[in-house]
């Protein structure tokens, strides 16, 4: 198993429900003037994650995707939200229609160089990678290879060759999925750096009171727990 750091650092212990939809707004209201957010579908190809699905109930249907860049960081980074029509698992309330999964490959844009690695571990928390922790494609230095966990759709690294998922613009699909509701940390997602580095978020889900989010504190919990999908985590560095 290769090594990651997994980060979940929200308060655990609460039992509280899923909290509601996100009022509407402007999807881009917290992106930065000096951020760029483009469908450069050369590059996006370049760094395309190869995805293990064939034992899912659901496949997915595209890789949303765009290439975040600014003067401002050293990196670049290709953003994937892979998208399912739907969720089915035995625990009824976690059964639901469409479903996103993020993988972000932050690269050096003068050498092309893969970085550094962020992708959801375990229900939106945020699973990183750096260096020989990069789960590559054999004989690919620029695109990884995840292992879809059923029925959550979460990665764990590596393993078999993966299939290719068609790459569908981001900058089209996230406006609706933003005005629809999406329950998602907005900053995360256009400003995909936060989820990379030393400083970066733990888990893409909304703050609530200040910094703190129900919805990631009750996954925490279902962790700690053992139960929907924890068995499944790839946790070898999980700071609790």
């Not at 707004?25 to 760029?36: C, F, I, L, R, T």
């Not at 997915?60 to 670049?76: G, I, Q, T």
């Not at 970085?115 to 571990?121: E, P, S």
């Not at 790459?167 to 997602?189: A, C, F, I």
Request: aromatic share 16%; proline share 5%; charged share 30%.
């Amino acid at each position: 198993m290769r090594r990651r750091q997994f980060l979940a650092t929200a308060a655990a212990g609460l039992t509280v429900g899923t909290v509601g939809a996100r009022a509407a707004g402007d999807p881009y209201a917290e992106k930065p003037d000096h951020v760029s957010l483009e469908f450069d579908e050369a590059t996006l190809e370049k760094y395309r994650p190869r995805l293990i699905t064939r034992h899912l109930e659901i496949e997915p249907s595209y890789l949303y995707s765009w290439v975040a860049s600014s003067n401002e960081f050293d990196l670049d980074v290709a953003c994937y939200w892979c998208w399912y029509e739907g969720q089915v698992s035995d625990v009824k309330p976690a059964s639901h229609k469409g479903d996103r999964e993020p993988i972000y490959v932050g690269f050096d844009p003068d050498d092309g160089e893969v970085k550094q690695v962020a992708v959801d571990g375990y229900h939106y928390f945020n699973a990183y990678y750096t260096g020989d922790d990069i789960p590559f494609q054999d004989g690919d230095e620029y695109r990884t290879t995840w292992h879809v966990q059923k029925p959550y759709h979460f990665y764990s690294a590596g393993g078999d060759a993966g299939s290719d998922v068609d790459l569908d613009d981001m900058t089209e699909k996230y406006p609706d999925w933003w005005k629809n509701g999406w329950n998602v940390h907005q900053r995360s997602v256009v400003v995909p750096w936060m989820m990379l580095g030393n400083d970066r978020r733990s888990d893409w889900w909304p703050d609530d009171v200040g910094t703190f989010s129900f919805e990631a504190a009750l996954r925490k919990g279902w962790l700690w727990a053992g139960i929907r999908g924890a068995d499944d985590a790839d946790t070898d560095d999980l700071a609790v």
